[in-house]
């Protein structure tokens, strides 16, 4: 069974790969826009296509003779047009059976998030069409965007920022990438079994930010603290920030703001559900990355 994997080049797509290669499955494409860059992530072991969102030419040669095909949607100001061409191009073509979405826990018609509110609207396209299976993968918050999204800050001041703690009220089910690409891995591979289902992703506790910040001065080996913002000045603060897109900021404030909302808060037994052990630990994830 040949597997494609869009999005392979970033955290969860290359999480994706990984599982796939450490399972013993090489039959597996993936579509990237840097074809050279996926090249050189994954060397010989995958076949690499060319692919561009941008370019609706490009999806169904990426898609044609793949039996099970893995999204992973970039963050654009609009993912439900191209979202939904590659979905009819691939219940257009004759060897597509299963399509794996990712989108997250966060998402839904009322998210607090922009993206989470396209994100249901391509779930629910791709549940109602016709001619293949689905399964939509779902995690919450990820424990790696500590020290993707927020390391700048904790170098540069010793603290990360975020929503209020409200006394101990807000806490996020933190879910570790790894355990991701294994589950996206394991429903490829497993096929049927899966298809119907939504897995709700999370890690096997929820933390305060501040507890996170004790387990990140652990593993840094400097203090680290976390600094909660009323929602308002904290989206003004992503506004005013040269580097971000404005269609990036409601995301991200919209992910502080779901925590106080209780949002990310809820735990699920489903990374066990697929892999049949228990999802990993915020001090696992930061053992296993290493200093």
């Given at each position: ?51 561009d ?7 169904r040669?990426?898609?044609d ?11 654009l ?32 018609p ?12 391509l ?98 080996g400097?203090?680290?603290?976390y ?38 808060a ?19 994830y ?6």
């Open positions: 069974m040949k597997i494609l994997v869009i999005g392979a080049t970033g955290n969860s797509g290359g999480a994706t790969v990984d599982a796939l290669l450490e399972n013993g499955n090489g039959n597996v494409r993936v579509a990237a826009r840097d074809a050279g860059k996926a090249q050189e992530r994954f060397g010989a072991n995958v076949e690499v296509v060319s692919f969102w941008e370019k609706p030419e490009t999806y040669t990426a898609l003779g793949v039996q099970s095909c893995v999204i992973v949607m970039p963050v100001p609009d993912i439900v047009t191209p979202g939904k061409a590659l979905l009819d191009a691939a219940a257009e073509t004759e060897s597509v059976q299963h399509v794996i979405k990712m989108s997250g826990t966060l998402c839904g009322e998210s607090p998030l922009p993206i989470g509110k396209e994100h249901e609207v779930d629910q396209y791709l549940m109602n069409l016709d001619g293949v299976g689905w399964t939509s993968v779902r995690p919450t918050l990820f424990m790696t965007n500590m020290l993707i999204y927020q390391l700048g800050a904790i170098e540069e001041t010793g603290a990360f920022y975020g929503a209020p703690e409200e006394d101990g009220k807000v806490k996020s089910a933190y879910v570790s990438v790894k355990d991701l690409g294994e589950v996206m891995a394991t429903v490829a591979l497993e096929g049927e079994k899966h298809y119907g289902q939504s897995y709700q992703l999370t890690g096997p506790t929820a933390l305060q930010d501040s507890e996170v910040a004790a387990l990140l001065a652990g593993h840094l400097k203090p680290v603290s600094v909660g913002v009323p929602n308002e000045p904290y989206t003004k603060s992503l506004e005013d920030n040269p580097y971000i897109p404005d269609f990036l900021v409601g995301n991200l404030a919209g992910a502080e703001y779901a925590k106080t909302l209780g949002l990310t809820p735990v699920t037994t489903d990374v066990k559900k697929v892999l049949g052990r228990d999802a990993e630990t915020f001090q696992e930061l053992a296993r990355i290493g200093s």
